[in-house]
């Protein structure tokens, strides 16, 4: 898989701090969170001194190398601390480009605004029964690059319980913060509990499906194979021969369509967010038209 970030990614993401705020303060993130750093000793990042900064927190060697006035800047216990899963399940491999590398870039994108706008982000891959923490709490933009090349070494394979995953994270948090799952939700598993167990634990929620462009309009047509992506050989039950008509073009769109219905009904009796993107579309589409504002159904 090719790196997930470049030099245009943050400059569209630069770009787009005037979203985040929205979305961080509006119904995606915390109300309550702090709008500043703190005096903990968990040092966070370096910003340019401006009138009225405490002359305490001046950096000096920092001034005795680049002639300019920066202060520290440390975690504030009050900060959100966003928690974003990534199911990595073999069925996210797919497509062109594929929904694994979209929802990578996905995570990317929350967990760099997260930090611009002052929060905290950790990153949690979900694969079968178990919740891996890639890169333990993100805080600054240093941090943030670090964590990035642990993104680019998630592999995608097997099969995902999301459910029991995300309960079988070790620190999950409490009121605290916005747990994101990106998924495309094409499985079996009991998502429907991990988000109730996270609203249990006072989380906000918002869910991302990632499809792949394929999967929203499929071209095919004909007698074909149908190889299911977790399947375990040709002979997995899972496989199944069909002729592609557009009768049955038109069924699995109504299919799809009744799914992703079903997926924003319970969403809406949960005040969860909830956002469709297609795997195909760029950072900038998915960051500027659609906002990163995953919108709670009323």
Known sequence: ???????????????????????????????????????????????????????????????????????????????????????TSASMDWGEPSKAYAALRVA????????????????????????????????????????????????FYGETDLCAAIKACE???????????ISDFLTDSDWRSAVDYLLYRGREVVLVQMLSRDEIAPGMNGKLQLMDSESDGEEDVRNYKSEITK????????????????IRKFCASRAVGFMTLCSDESIEKILFKKGLEAEVVK
């Not at 620190?171 to 799952?181: Q, T």
């Not at 009768?247 to 079903?262: C, F, I, P, Q, T």
């Open 1 to 87: 898989m090719k790196n997930i970030v470049d030099g245009s990614f943050f400059a569209t993401l630069e770009v787009l701090d005037l979203n985040i705020k929205k979305l961080m303060n509006g119904q995606f993130g915390g109300n309550h969170r702090s709008s500043a750093y703190g005096n903990s000793i968990e040092f966070a990042d370096f910003r340019e001194y401006t009138a009225g900064d405490d002359l305490r927190s001046i950096d000096w060697n920092i001034y005795g190398r680049f002639d300019k006035l920066f202060i520290k800047l440390y975690v504030d216990e009050r900060q959100q601390h966003h928690h974003v899963y990534i199911d």
């Open 108 to 155: 990317a994108a929350f967990g760099y605004l997260s930090v611009q706008a002052m929060d905290r982000v950790t990153f949690f891959a979900l694969k079968d029964s178990d919740c891996e923490d890639l890169c333990h709490t993100v805080v600054g933009k240093d941090a943030f690059y670090r964590a990035v090349g642990k993104l680019n070494q998630v592999e």
């Open 171 to 181: 620190n999950p948090g409490k009121g605290d913060g916005v747990s994101i799952i």
């Open 247 to 262: 009768s049955s073009v038109k069924a699995y769109a109504e299919a799809l369509a009744y799914h992703e219905n079903e």
